[in-house]
């Protein structure tokens, strides 16, 4: 497979539809806290299919804007991840999607290391990211980065999808 990363401009900026976040959940983190740390393990569920809408496409190419790499393998768009200054100081992953025929191979963490490098050579202290307890690939990914899993909360999607059962997870990688 030959993937090429690039950093992103206006004349090069894929749109938002040509990126697939569905996938199949088989498993969701399960947390406790011992000892005042967060930990976590994972159980098996009925599996579902999970679609969630790629953002838009207004990448707000500017100085303050977001920082934004795509992956492409044979000129067809096989990735991207968002990169931004969040209000904290930290690097912030606003958005990581690896179109589903280019999962399991290395490219989401070839985006992450991107924009992590783009962090380091920001001086950013740190890189943070937001997912949700039922992304475990997502989760094992930044846990074996380096990531750790520092925050939750229960409540952030109530008011999109009323109805829904998402913990959002807060994951950080410290310099």
Known sequence: MDVIIHKADMQNAPKANEFSRKFIVRSRVVLEIEKEQLKYSVVEVDPYERDI????????????????????????????????????????????????????????????????????????????????????????????????????DRNVYKAVRPNSNETALFWYLIF
């Open 53 to 152: 809408p790629a953002e838009d496409t207004n990448y707000g190419f500017s100085e303050t804007g977001p920082t934004v790499f795509f992956a492409e393998s044979n000129g067809k768009p096989a990735g991207r991840i968002k990169m931004l200054e969040w209000w904290n100081q930290f690097a912030y992953v606003d958005d990581i999607v690896v179109n589903s025929e280019f999962r399991g191979t290395g490219l989401g963490r070839a985006l992450l290391e991107s924009g992590i490098q783009w962090a380091h050579e920001s001086n950013f202290p740190g890189v943070m990211l937001e997912t949700q307890d039922d992304n475990v690939p997502a989760c094992t990914l930044y846990q074996k980065y380096g990531f750790v899993l520092s925050g939750f």
